[in-house]
Nanobody, 124 residues
């Protein structure tokens, strides 16, 4: 019943910034973690960042984006964001928003609810 709709993708030059949004509904902030995954052509889908908003906010990032990307949540409008800074061509991929009852996981097998994806292209 979880519904996720991504937006904000597009094209940007190397070193630029972009913010992705995921409008989420049909889930409980205290029971689900939300995450961003990405998949480039010919590559495996990989976890990028995850967030769990409960008593305190928990976040976890993949090594490839740590220090450049920031995941956040706005409880007022049930929106999850991915702020991407200092973008590189290797960040080019389809980005997906996902939800899971597993706490703080970036393992693909933990996620069963997915958005439609939004394309991010970084050019030099």
């Amino acid at each position: 019943q979880v519904q996720l709709v991504e937006s904000g993708g597009g094209s940007v030059q190397t070193g630029g910034s972009m913010r992705l949004s995921c409008a989420a509904s049909g889930y409980d902030y205290s029971s689900y973690s939300l995450a961003w995954f990405r998949q480039a052509p010919g590559k495996e889908r990989e976890g990028v960042a995850t967030i769990w908003l409960g008593r305190d906010t928990f976040t976890h990032y993949s090594d490839s984006v740590k220090g450049r990307f920031t995941i956040s949540r706005d409880s007022a409008n049930n929106t999850v964001y991915l702020q991407m800074n200092r973008l590189k061509p290797e960040d080019t991929a389809m980005y997906y928003c996902a939800a899971s009852p597993v706490f703080g996981s970036l393992r693909l097998s933990a996620y069963n609810a997915w958005g439609q994806g939004t394309q991010v292209t970084v050019s030099s």
